[in-house]
């Protein structure tokens, strides 16, 4: 522990955000990093604890805990605060493929477990984190590095998420030849079209992918495997296969007038609005346009947290998020104790335009909609919604939402966004491998395990677990290389 005292000495202090009216000028990142002599005094406030929650990744009261990755937190935060910053970014890699990325969207566990977030601010370990990457690429330490030996094995991965991305990585670290099949036209799966720019700028997926291709990793994009690509072409030319598609179904929502025009699912108009930013900088109208159309976002999770910053961009008239449950508390409630994840509620830089620009919080809780009403030419103009409370099931005794009898009320809506989260992977995949599917339609894997009911195949990732944090994904697709590297080998150092 360089400095005992860090953590009495120094406040935290956290990459400045830019204004409100500043940022949602543009779809780019909007926080000011901290200086680096700044970012080193952060890293003397870590304590070191002699039981470290902030890498455990234990799940805690039903909720992962700390770091999924189990990232050595204590150790590079106390290089940094001595200036080794070489060091510290060696010991970040070891066990994260992807800081640049994390650093940026990923919802922090590690704070939320730090000790000094008991009964004060937790250290700045995102923060921390996102200044060891970025200097590592600053000073040339995060440039390509070249397996010396090749194995003469042969993997694809299905799929170019995190998940996907860090079984490439590492299995192409250990010398196996690796092969990236992608159906869209850029690599980077979710964190490419479903995160935002303003929360991961796409050059910054480019840089890593980059690197990965010197190293030796092929990516083939517009290979959609089960359609243009076939599976048993793959399982006759590699030796092992790893499917890591994501959990892609969105969840729908069943009410009357659901076919009216004007409904898109979340990811579809994140996914068009960062293409088109991509293609052709917004200027071609190849998007979902949110513009001067009052918003009704169904879901209060990230997704609809984007959905929120991103329509404020596009220049809607009004904002309207609803969350089915109701509002979480403002601070921990006594039966969620730390180092539990803090069931608080979360008020996201979406919201937080939304409050600055409208003057208030676009959330409603304990509300879902009854109907979507139509025009006469079948385009969506209202949407008439009804509130709900927690009532007991008779049957399972367990707490469900109720609709509320006569709490019916309409609004005005031109555009829903759904983002209501994901059921799974899509079938056409695993049909075409033949692999088993689990009752939420996620690849069924042997307890512990990533192989699949199919020789020679494994999977990671959503498509595995359901719908998670990038974090678990790259942990996910660790673990996957690690079983697909012994399965091949006999032994495996990874």
């Known amino acids: 522990m360089g400095k005992p005292t860090g953590f009495m000495d120094y406040k935290r202090e956290d990459a400045e955000a830019y204004s409100v009216k500043e940022r949602i000028k543009n779809f780019d990142e909007f926080h000011t990093p901290l200086s680096k002599q700044e970012q080193e005094r952060q890293g003397a406030r870590c304590m070191e604890c002699g039981v470290p929650f902030c890498q455990s990744g234990m799940v805690i009261g039903g909720a992962v805990s700390g770091c999924p990755l189990n990232n050595l937190i204590p150790e590079w935060n106390d290089l940094i605060y001595k200036g080794a910053w070489e060091q510290a970014f060696n010991r970040l890699k070891i066990t994260n493929n992807f800081p640049e990325f994390t650093s940026r969207v990923c919802p922090a566990l590690c704070e939320k477990a730090c000790t000094c977030s008991v009964d004060s601010d937790a250290v700045t370990v995102r923060a921390n984190e996102y200044a060891i990457i970025e200097n590592a690429y600053d000073m040339g330490y995060a440039s390509a590095k070249i397996p010396q030996v090749r194995t003469g094995k042969k993997i694809a991965v299905v799929g170019s998420g995190p998940s996907g991305l860090a079984a490439a990585d590492q299995l192409n670290q250990r010398g196996h030849s690796v092969t990236v099949f992608e159906r869209s036209d850029r690599v980077g799966g979710l964190l490419m079209y479903g995160i935002p720019n303003m929360k991961l700028e796409k050059h ?291």
């Open 204 to 494: 910054i997926i480019d840089r890593k992918i980059d690197i990965m291709k010197e190293e030796g990793v092929e990516f083939v994009t517009g290979a959609d495997v089960g359609n243009n690509v076939k599976a048993a072409d793959l399982l006759k030319e590699y030796d092992r296969i790893i499917l890591a598609c994501g959990a892609s179904n969105p969840r729908d929502i069943k009410a009357e007038g659901r076919d009216a025009d004007g409904i898109y699912f979340a990811v579809d108009f994140l996914t068009s609005t960062t293409k088109s930013l991509l293609d052709n900088d917004l200027k071609e109208g190849t998007f979902i346009s949110a513009k001067g159309k009052n918003v009704m976002i169904i879901g209060g999770g990230d997704t609809g947290n984007d959905c929120v910053g991103t329509s404020i961009r596009h220049g809607a008239k009004s904002v309207l998020q609803l969350e089915m449950m109701p509002k979480l508390p403002d601070s921990r409630a006594e039966n969620n104790p730390w180092p539990e994840w803090p069931r608080v509620c979360k008020t996201d830089y979406g919201q937080e335009e939304a409050i600055a620009l409208f003057g208030n919080d676009p959330r409603t809780y304990q509300t879902t909609v009854k109907e979507f009403i139509k025009d006469k030419k079948g385009k969506l103009k209202a949407a008439k919604l009804i509130k709900l409370e927690a009532q007991k099931d008779k049957k399972t005794g367990r707490m469900v939402m109720k609709e509320i009898e006569g709490s019916e009320y309409t609004v005005d809506v031109d555009l829903v966004l759904i983002a209501a989260g994901f059921l799974g992977s899509q079938s056409y995949i695993t049909k075409a491998f033949g692999v088993t599917t689990d009752q939420r339609s996620n690849v069924a894997s042997t307890d512990g395990t990533h192989k699949t009911s199919v020789d020679r195949v494994f999977t990671c990732g959503d498509m595995h677990i359901g719908q998670s944090l990038v974090v678990r994904a790259i942990r996910e697709g660790r673990d996957a290389a690690k079983e697909v590297d012994e399965s091949l080998m006999g032994y495996t150092n990874l």
